[in-house]
């Protein structure tokens, strides 16, 4: 059941519909004309001149037909009210049907000017111009001048490695056949020593001091070498020394593969079985320990044993080690002496004991240089001098027993 307020009586707190048109009239009108004191202009009758709805007094009809349009029933106006007061949003009781002051029917009231997240805030000209970069317009024809350039730096540093490496082969296959006719040599004559010895090394090392040798002293070989590994002339040593060891390295590999390198290492070792046939021990040094290491560590490069270990290595050799880690029961290499030692104590050995094989004296000193009871091994030292010499004599006296029993 709807509650129904009166008609003709006011509600509570909102003026009259007659007073509330008026006070709206009054507010839609222009400034001028609610502040302007002159006269309003008449009319031929005599009445002021009045235009529209503005200036016509409403009649007692009007009154009526206005209080019976809004004196509608509770819930209507009740809307109403809370319609125009809503639209209206705190601004004041006399603009009309809640617009904005300053607006009317016909306008929409603007919104405030905010800045647009989305658009970025434009920079002067003459600042982006500063900001950006001049970018170097490059022509098709200078790119492709470069390209060929860079193409035939890469050709000229695969031809100049090529060329190392064909250097090294060709003084790889040089040194070991000069080595191999030395050794063919000395055995047309070997005297009654029974031992020699090869002051000769041919190891990665000692190759590569061969060629920086050159490039140390002549400003223009460097430079040569430096473009035929591709490196730029202004490398720095410590880069050139590594990379020249790379080339050399991959060179070893290769001329053990190679034809030629395996027709030379053949006919070094039908020479040296030759030697085993005739009881002439060859003794060689086992690595190179020349000015290369030195200068490995001048520009903190590594030098490993396998950087430093001669070519020339054979199981039918007695080599001087580094390391009395050294070696094994194949190829023995002791420690602790000289080449010339060495030499010499192969010599005496001989000479106490003439019947002693090349296989005897390597495992004498094998037996020297190792531990028994720590299974280690260890450098020759005046003991270990004093047993060899020994262990020869002890079997020259069960060879010569052997024979009397015979």
């Not at 008449?42 to 503005?54: E, V």
């Not at 319609?83 to 919104?111: D, I, K």
Request: glycine share 8%; proline share 8%; charged share 25%.
């Amino acid at each position: 059941m709807s509650v129904r307020w009166p008609q003709n009586v006011p509600r509570p707190g909102v003026p009259a519909r007659q007073a509330r048109e008026e006070a709206a009239r009054e507010q839609s009108k222009p400034a001028e004309a609610r502040s302007s004191n002159k006269p309003a202009a008449k009319g031929p009758t005599g009445k002021p001149a009045t235009g529209g709805r503005a200036g016509a007094r409403p009649t007692e009809g009007d009154k009526d037909s206005a209080q019976g349009g809004v004196h509608r029933d509770g819930m209507e106006s009740g809307t109403q009210r809370g319609s125009a007061e809503g639209l209206a949003g705190g601004s004041p009781r006399g603009t009309p049907e809640g617009l904005a002051p300053g607006t009317t029917r016909g306008t929409t009231p603007s919104a405030p000017n905010l800045p647009n997240p989305s658009q970025a805030p434009r920079l002067p000209e003459e600042k982006l111009a500063r900001q950006a970069p001049a970018v170097p317009t490059e022509s098709p024809r200078e790119r492709d001048v470069a390209e060929e350039g860079t193409r035939e730096d890469a050709r000229g540093a695969l031809e100049g490695r090529a060329m190392l490496r064909g250097a090294v082969l060709e003084r790889l296959v040089r040194g070991l056949t000069e080595v191999e006719q030395k050794l063919a040599t000395f055995l047309e004559n070997p005297g009654r020593q029974g031992v020699v010895t090869l002051p000769v090394v041919l190891s990665e090392s000692s190759v590569t001091y061969e060629f920086w040798r050159l490039v140390s002293v002549q400003s223009d070989d460097r430079n040569f070498l430096a473009q035929s590994l591709g490196l730029p002339v202004t490398a720095d040593d410590a880069l050139l020394l590594q990379t020249l060891r790379q080339e050399i390295h991959a060179a070893f590999d290769e001329f053990q593969r190679s034809p030629s390198g395996k027709q030379a290492r053949a006919r070094y070792e039908e020479v040296l079985t030759r030697y085993e046939a005739a009881r002439i021990q060859p003794v060689i040094s086992g690595h190179d320990t020349g000015p290369l290491a030195a200068e490995c560590a001048r520009l903190q490069l590594p030098c490993e044993p396998e950087f430093t270990r001669s070519l020339l290595l054979s199981p039918l050799q007695l080599a001087v080690a580094l390391s009395p880690e050294e070696g094994t029961a194949t190829q023995v290499m002791v420690a602790g002496l000289t080449l010339t030692q060495l030499g010499a104590l192969v010599g005496h050995l001989r000479r106490l004991n003439p019947m002693l094989g090349n296989a005897q004296v390597r495992q004498f000193l094998l037996r020297a240089a190792t531990d028994l009871k720590n299974a280690l091994r260890k450098p020759l030292g005046d003991a270990e001098v004093e047993r060899v010499q020994e262990l020869a004599k002890q079997l020259l006296r069960l060879q010569a027993v052997a024979m009397l029993h015979v």
